[in-house]
């Protein structure tokens, strides 16, 4: 069984991985600024931030992977892109992988189609932490390191708000949105952690970006 860190364990992403973790038998150091994820059989709940190189480096050391499930944008200025190199150098120095929930802004909407974030309906709103995230995976496409990588992006549809079930069911895609006939691109936040759990516990993408819908 491996040994996860889950940066962001009190979020939305961060607290279905860790879930799906468990099931699985993993054990998991979940890492959140207070330290106030729940602590229970299996989980050490750890006072901390990801832009904390000392912390990441020794996690690092410790971990099988290391999950980045905290937001890519603080106050709509980019948090996330610019500890990107750093966190690839602990993880190859630690010999950990790294997975990230990413966004789905990058996504395009169709095969040479505009990114997501590009059309005309995407909400200003969002589009800071979308940016950012876009950025984070330019940096790690963009960073000649000796650590493995993955990031996983969601279906346009993720969230607290819309938690769907979890089924076990969905497809599976590179960098283009994927929507049902009715072009509705929807995931569930369990079923979202089973495939981040199954790349875990068996890769098959590596230093690239994959993503899924039902």
Do not use: C
């Not at 860190?5 to 099931?23: K, P």
């Not at 480096?57 to 905290?70: E, G, I, T, W, Y």
């Not at 940016?131 to 993955?150: G, I, K, P």
């Amino acid at each position: 069984m491996a040994t996860l860190t889950v940066f962001g364990a009190t979020g939305y992403a961060g607290g279905h991985i860790i879930d799906e973790a468990l099931r699985r038998g993993h054990t998991v150091l979940a890492v959140n600024r207070d330290g106030s994820a729940d602590a229970r059989p299996g989980v050490t709940p750890i006072a901390g931030s990801i832009d904390d190189d000392a912390l990441v480096r020794d996690l690092a050391a410790k971990s099988d992977a290391l999950v980045v499930a905290v937001r890519g944008s603080v106050d709509d200025r980019p948090f996330l892109p610019p500890l990107t190199p750093s966190l690839l150098t602990a993880a190859a120095a630690g010999g950990a992988r790294i997975g990230v929930v990413g966004g789905a802004g990058s996504l395009h909407v169709a095969e040479g189609g505009p990114r997501l974030i590009d059309t005309p309906g995407f909400p200003d709103a969002y589009k800071p932490e979308a940016s950012s995230h876009a950025q984070v995976l330019e940096a790690l496409r963009a960073t000649e390191t000796a650590a493995d990588w993955f990031y996983l992006s969601p279906a346009a549809e993720f969230g607290a708000w819309i938690p769907g079930e979890r089924t076990g069911t969905f497809r599976l895609g590179g960098d283009v949105l994927v929507a049902d006939t009715e072009g509705r691109s929807f995931i569930s936040g369990a079923d979202y952690a089973i495939a981040f759990l199954d790349e875990v516990d068996t890769p098959a993408h590596h230093r690239t970006r994959f993503t899924l819908g039902y």
